[in-house]
């Protein structure tokens, strides 16, 4: 059961045993002839009102003590008995949980849903024990599994809107301390379109292995006397990968070797039942082999067909981005007041803009600034040397980062 944020606010003493309050040890009346007796030289009835007495007997003041339950006041008054957080249920919330503030200051955000992080985290940890799933189907601003992250729960975020998914990725980025590929890869995005650029230039045994699975086929693991073949279809059909552009003729020619030789009964077969011999990925096929491919159909009866990367999973090109900078005034004490300008261009619109001013590149991008409709941030800089990181997002999920380094030193240099 969780304690309200007042509650928390009693337990405002603290030793080594954690958090506490203190509660009095002396209360006004008789309790069974005891009224007056003293305990470590204190009288109660010299506590400014006769008649008072301890609320337990002395022995058992003796054995609070002794486990350290007393509290001492440093002023000399009357001491008091410590009551610790931990041992406290705490009082049930009720319907009305009007202690909680609305999101404003440097929570927010911008977006225009957003929740109260500290009413998500009560939600959490009433709901779910670490190690949990928590599942958010309409994400929003992202503030449940940026929470459910922090509170190290396992979660699942899901959202029609390519905003919602990128700007709960960037508090993910925002909250980390160390932002490495290790936690990069501690959970996956999954968006409506692929960057060209990533899945080109991406690892080759991890591509070939991705793209197999999404036509519906099984990777070959070995990467062994393979025959050419980097996969292959649930019938044992095989598929070969090339991770370029342009695939010749040559290409062709080799694979339809191999297939012969991978496996000839099932050869045998897919010609007989006007099946293809074998599928070929790639991001684009030169003349020679859509030719090639077409020769082999009309002359031999054999069928090879040509995949490219986009007509099994959506791809688009990746937004660009530039910075300008302006000197927009100085103060007194030398400082500059930079007005920062990003321009992105897409063949999808720009959604916005997100800028890291402290941008390490040890520890990936981590916004300063989530939310940037306009793509305009001013900042007040002093002398010296600054890295600043600027992201761009588009319609399609996809983003350009662009990172420029300043001086300023009388006047202000991009020195990158």
């Known amino acids: 059961m969780e304690l309200s944020q007042a509650s928390k606010d009693l337990y405002n003493n ?7 309050q203190t509660v009095p040890l002396l209360v006004s009346g008789k309790r069974n002839g005891e009224t007056g007796k003293i305990w470590k030289g204190i009288n109660p009835n010299k506590q400014g009102k006769e008649g008072m007495h301890w609320v337990t007997t ?42 909680i503030k609305l999101v404003q ?3 927010s955000i911008g977006y225009p849903t957003q929740k109260p992080i500290a009413l998500l985290e009560r939600i959490i940890k009433c709901a779910s024990n670490e190690g949990e799933l928590v599942l958010d189907p309409f994400m929003g601003g992202g503030t449940t599994i940026a929470v459910a992250d922090k509170l190290n729960r396992s979660w699942i975020g899901i959202d029609q809107s390519v905003q919602a998914v990128k700007v709960a990725e960037l508090r993910l980025q925002q909250q980390t301390d160390l932002f490495t590929a290790l936690y990069a890869n501690s959970y996956t995005l999954q968006l409506y379109k692929y960057d060209y650029d990533m899945l080109r230039y991406q690892n080759a045994f991890e591509f070939e292995s991705w793209i197999v699975g999404q036509l519906g086929g099984a990777s070959n693991a070995k990467q062994r006397n393979d025959f050419g073949s980097d996969g292959k279809m649930p019938d044992g059909t095989p598929i070969q990968v090339k991770r370029s552009d342009s695939i010749g003729r040559n ?13 000839k009964k099932l050869f045998e077969k897919n010609i007989a039942e006007k099946k293809p011999v074998g599928y070929i990925i790639a991001f684009s096929f030169g003349r020679g082999a859509v030719e090639e491919v077409a020769r082999l159909k009309l002359s031999e009866n054999v069928a090879i067909n040509l995949m490219k990367v986009e007509d099994i999973v959506p791809v688009a090109k990746k937004p660009t981005i530039a910075i300008e900078i302006n000197e927009l005034s100085r103060n007194e004490n030398g400082a500059r ?28 991008f981590k916004p300063s600034v989530i939310m940037d409709r306009e793509g305009i941030q001013k900042r007040l800089l002093k002398a010296g040397f600054y890295s600043v990181a600027v992201k761009v997002v588009d319609n399609d999920g996809l983003e350009s980062v662009e990172v420029i380094k300043l001086k300023v030193n009388g006047v202000v240099e991009i020195t990158s």
Do not use: M
């Open 251 to 263: 290409v062709v020619d080799n694979f339809f070797a191999a297939v012969q030789r991978y496996d």
């Open 105 to 107: 200051g440097k929570e």
């Open 337 to 364: 007041e930079i007005e920062f300008i990003a321009t992105g261009k897409s063949e999808a619109s720009i959604e916005f803009y997100s800028w890291d001013f402290d941008y390490q590149a040890d520890r990936g």
């Open 58 to 99: 002395l022995d058992k003041l003796d054995e609070y003590d002794a486990q350290g339950l007393v509290y001492f006041p440093k002023n000399g008054a009357t001491p008091r008995l410590k009551y610790y957080l931990e041992q406290s249920p705490g009082v049930p919330l009720g319907e009305i949980w009007d202690d």
């Open 14 to 20: 603290e030793d080594k045993k954690g958090k506490f």
